[in-house]
């Protein structure tokens, strides 16, 4: 693994890891307020690593659920990581399935996002999103640990942190706007992810969005010959 | 660890990593009818919609409404990174602009 691309990656992920520090701590906290030990908590980033289904789980655990619900809630929030992950296939066709492994392990969307602004630098370069996603995966365990630890070391409502990941967000959205259909398909997205988002339960609006605005867009750029 | 949790742990981990791994495990060795790879070409952008938009137009609670610190922060976000190009600067003016409205609002 190329040293200096993973420098690279860590680098990028700098911004999500400012993201990450103040969510985890929030998390953190949530985990302690429901019973879990800071060592589980630890555990649970280190292992899981998916922010909105850790959140989950600990509210099911206040309201005393078991582990097997809990499970099955896990897996369909975390079931729209298959698109993540089809899309950085394309980019990873000369690497071993044990280096794929641990790439896949630490994707979350705040990686994936980043990973995408850029592809010329992820184009079989294992090392700079080994770098990425290490750092990220490190901020999130070290935020969580820490609130757990020693509760929320910072008001995590005030500062404007909620809209540090929303930030972010945007910002690499419009980052993938390179073309000027690309306008339009982010249009016909969002407008379908508020339809899907108001009709289906849970986050089947993200895996519904991306299949129907994918289809719009290979339709359109069809037309375009684009 | 407790050992129920270490199962509650255990079973999330492992059904959090296979839709991580499977799609990249298999699609990096199978060749990709082009058609299909087109549609991979706009998952990024619909992604990306699917996650930001919501976030301005739902609240906690999942009922749809108008979330305006989060819409107003999210405008000059948007015309900062179309102009400027950068994911720190989004990041900081974003929180400056949502922190100041906290005041306002």
Known sequence: MDSHQFRNGVRAALPIVFGYLPVGMAFGVLARQAGLTATEVGWMSLLVYAGASQFLAVEMIFKGAIWVPIVIATFFINLRHLLMSSTLSLYFNRSRLRTLGLLAAQLTDESFAVAMSNTSRIENRPGYLFGLQMTSHLAWITGSVGGAFFGGLIDHQSYGIPFALPALFICLLVFQIRKGHHVFIMVVAGVASLFFRWVFPGNWYIILTALVASGVGIYISSKLKV | ?105
């Open chain 2, 1 to 105: 660890m407790r050992p129920e949790i270490l199962i509650l742990i255990l079973g999330m981990a492992l059904v959090t990593f296979l839709p991580r791994f499977i799609p990249m495990a298999l699609f990096s060795r199978w060749v990709i009818p082009g058609r299909l790879k087109r549609g991979l070409e706009y998952f990024p952008i619909s992604i990306l919609s699917a996650i930001v938009f919501p976030i301005l137009f739902f609240n906690g609670e999942g009922r749809m409404e108008i979330q305006s610190p989060y819409l107003l922060s999210a405008i000059p976000v948007f015309l900062f990174a179309w102009k400027v190009k950068s994911l720190w600067g989004s990041v900081i003016l974003g929180m400056g602009v949502y922190w100041g409205l906290g005041f306002v609002l």
